[in-house]
């Protein structure tokens, strides 16, 4: 792990640079590869962030749950091996790789899995531009909390909208503190 402490994400936002805690390597098959650099070019983003958006869209639900979908995703993958992969290499910041890791115990599967059925979920939605800016801003990057406070100043009324950013907690998300 020393080894990461020094890199930084050159494409992250300035104010939101931090240190890589670790890097996943994930195989991926070619043609989904291929897609994940077309939706990267198309939203002017990184691989990295790409591929970030998909896995918390999944990662960040409390209670996952094998639904239909997942099952038919995950079926799909185990039946349909790649001829070739395509080595992409996650960059983990923060309490990310603890978050992955708890929704992959959650499913009872790797965290390669759970990365490889979320690009399988939600890489459409980026290919067909269905993903706001703001959205793909939120959850491409290190997860952050962010709360709406709607009170006056002057007599504490509802009347002002401004966000409040907080460090993201997992333990406190997942209720284990």
């Not at 939203?43 to 896995?55: A, M, P, T």
Request: with cysteine; hydrophobic share 40%; proline share 2%.
């Amino acid at each position: 792990m020393g080894y990461y402490n020094n890199m930084k994400c050159n494409k992250q936002p300035q104010w939101g640079k931090e240190e890589i805690r670790n890097v996943w390597d994930v195989h991926l098959d070619v043609q989904i590869w291929d897609n994940i650099k077309y939706a990267a070019e198309i939203h002017s983003r990184s691989f990295s962030w790409i591929v970030r958006y998909c896995v918390f869209q999944l990662a960040l639900k409390k209670s996952i749950r094998w639904s239909n979908k997942l099952k038919t995703i995950h079926e799909n993958i185990k039946k349909n091996p790649p001829e070739k992969t395509h080595r992409h290499q996650l960059c983990l910041y923060g309490e990310d790789e603890l978050l992955l890791r708890y929704a992959a115990i959650q499913l009872r599967i790797s965290v390669s899995q759970l990365i490889r059925i979320c690009i399988a979920m939600f890489l459409d939605r980026l290919v067909k531009k269905k993903v706001s800016k703001e959205n793909l801003f939120w959850y491409g990057i290190k997860i952050i909390h962010a709360s709406k406070d709607f009170r006056s100043i002057k007599n504490k009324i509802l009347a002002m909208h401004f966000h409040s950013l907080k460090p993201f907690s997992v333990n406190q998300y997942w209720g284990f503190s």
